[in-house]
T-cell receptor
Framework: AQKITQTQPGMFVQEKEAVTLDCTYD???????LFWYKQPSSGEMIFLIY??????QNATEGRYSLNFQKARKSANLVISASQLGDSAMYFC?????????????FGTGTKLQVIP | DVKVTQSSRYLVKRTGEKVFLECVQD?????MFWYRQDPGLGLRLIYF???????EKGDIPEGYSVSREKKERFSLILESASTNQTSMYLC????????????FGPGTRLTVL
């Protein structure tokens, strides 16, 4: 089974609207972490937001929020008030303990395009 | 400002050549990682290192080796480059504990002809 599943290869959103990028994960660990990264066309991966498995509140960082639903094993990224600069690839990732080490697994990504 | 640098943004090599990809971080991070990124496959872990002279295989280590002689530098080596190693290579580093968010370099787009 895939550790991280991002089912939306591509999405469009109108400027100033909100958008949700989906992410589901699979782990048997009780302690794990979830990340979202942004990759603009320049190629550099940028860390956006983090949610720990024991965090009771959803994480927020400015216009980014993580909708964490533990029972459903989902960690969707919500971007409010989209801007043209939000056009990029977005990757969901999970940190878990595997083979004696903390390992991070990435999803396949969602390409977001913001339309003026 | 934290920084991870990679030796080249673009690299073109011939089949059979030995290829070195260098990564340097200035954040005094213990952990360093090498990923390759291919369309539709996301990022896949090649090798990682949690300390100097320490290395561990990731999910796709075949055809690659690594070297970590100094804390700030982590090198990826393609012993005999092949066309199926044409890809984007990303280096990252992180602290050894806490959230473990990774800081990435700009990537090296390698083409093997």
């Amino acid at each position: 089974a895939q550790k991280i599943t991002q089912t939306q290869p591509g999405m469009f959103v109108q400027e100033k609207e909100a958008v949700t990028l989906d992410c589901t994960y699979d782990t048997s660990d009780q302690s794990y972490g979830l990340f979202w990264y942004k990759q603009p066309s320049s190629g550099e991966m940028i860390f956006l937001i983090y949610q720990g498995s024991y965090d009771e509140q959803n994480a927020t960082e400015g216009r980014y929020s993580l909708n964490f639903q533990k029972a459903r094993k989902s960690a969707n990224l919500v971007i409010s008030a989209s801007q043209l600069g939000d056009s990029a690839m977005y990757f969901c990732a999970m940190r878990e303990f595997s083979g004696g080490y903390q390992k991070v697994t990435f999803g396949t990504g969602t390409k977001l395009q913001v339309i003026p | 400002d934290v920084k991870v640098t990679q030796s080249s943004r673009y690299l073109v090599k011939r089949t059979g050549e030995k290829v070195f990809l260098e990564c340097v971080q200035d954040m005094d991070h213990e952990n360093m990682f090498w990923y390759r990124q291919d369309p539709g496959l996301g990022l896949r872990l090649i090798y990682f290192s949690y300390d100097v002279k320490m290395k561990e295989k990731g999910d796709i280590p075949e055809g690659y080796s690594v070297s970590r002689e100094k804390k700030e530098r982590f090198s990826l080596i393609l012993e005999s480059a092949s066309t199926n190693q044409t890809s984007m290579y990303l280096c990252a580093s992180s602290l050894p504990s806490g959230r473990l968010e990774q800081f990435f370099g700009p990537g090296t787009r390698l083409t093997v002809l």
